[in-house]
């Protein structure tokens, strides 16, 4: 693993506010409008920020790309990871980065001119560890509107400001304080199916720390037609179900693994039966049923011992 210093300068500010923003990526085009949408929020509040960009990539995709993009500054710090574990690559920007806060984004995401602030704000006004924001998708034109208007790729929290057990890192400001104080890292046993972050918040949450959502702060998301295929999205809201099992029963006995199983079971046949039921008639509708039933049959999947599906 080596770490590459890509010059301009840094927001200015005390050191002691720094925030590191760390993104996971394989070089996707989008992380150049990625970036720029953060340096826009930054420099709307004043922020003094550092990049941390674990290249996941095995042909160094990410330095070649801002390279010819123009983007060569030294506030961002390129890791190569090439490994093929999103895990490993979310670690390295834990190790690598210096600030006080961490935020975290995807390389397929633009973050709304008050991203930051909004993060920032809710963190410190109410005194919390880590707050999670919204993901709101941005559709490609040749998406079909039933698909679209189910939304699966939509995060957004239903009681606003209130603590949740757990999040994802497509957007977040946390304390990097924290990361030290435990010494959690990403697992490395789902770099490959996902489901690392999901994880890695549970744990956090388990052992103390406060984290909140704030729906103000926005993230927009990519989806692509190739995202959008049923089968993908089956496997993906399936991989879902499937750590909701293992976070959900994690420590627990027979008995209320028994539970957890009917439990499941009861909503597979249910969503089933209403996916069957719904879709030829409302394709939108249909699909949400159709999602649920994925998620219930991942829960199963689990119980049964069956591997997570490699989604990266």
């Known amino acids: 693993m080596t770490t590459v210093n890509i010059n301009s300068h840094l927001w200015t500010g005390d050191m002691g506010d720094l925030i590191s923003i760390c993104i996971a990526s394989i070089g996707r085009r989008t992380l150049v409008d990625t970036i720029c949408s953060v340096d826009k929020s930054a420099a709307k509040y004043g922020f003094n920020i550092e990049y941390i960009i674990a290249d996941d990539s095995p042909n160094k995709a990410v330095t070649t790309l801002l390279s010819q993009a123009m983007m060569v500054r030294e506030n961002i710090k390129i890791i190569d990871v090439a490994s093929r574990n999103i895990s490993i690559a979310r670690n390295a920007c834990l190790k690598n980065s210096s600030g006080k806060y961490l935020a975290f984004i995807d390389d397929d995401e633009i973050a709304d001119i008050n991203w930051l602030g909004t993060l920032h704000s809710a963190l410190t006004s109410n005194n919390v560890d880590g707050v999670f924001g919204a993901i709101l ?15 699966p790729f939509l995060k957004f929290f239903k009681n606003n400001n209130a603590r949740v057990e757990t999040g994802g890192t497509g957007n977040l400001l946390m304390k990097s304080q924290i990361v030290k104080e435990t010494g959690l890292s990403f697992n490395q046993d789902f770099g490959r199916t996902g489901g690392e972050d999901t994880l890695f918040f549970y744990e956090l949450n388990k052992a103390g720390y406060i984290f909140i959502c704030e729906n103000k702060s926005i993230v927009n998301e990519h989806v692509t037609p190739d995202r959008v295929v049923l089968s993908k999205l089956f496997k993906r809201y399936c991989r879902g179900g499937q750590t909701y099992a293992y976070i959900n029963n994690k420590g627990h006995g027979p008995i209320r693994r028994a539970k957890e199983f009917v439990n499941g079971l009861i909503k597979l046949i249910v969503s ?20 649920k039933m994925a998620a219930n049959y991942g829960k199963i999947k689990y119980f049964a011992g069956a591997k997570m599906d490699v989604l990266y």
């Open 137 to 151: 998708p941005i559709h490609d034109p040749a998406i079909p509107q039933w698909i679209v208007k189910s939304s």
């Open 272 to 291: 089933s039966i209403f996916f069957v039921l719904v879709f030829p008639v409302n394709k939108s509708t249909g699909l949400v049923w159709y999602l």
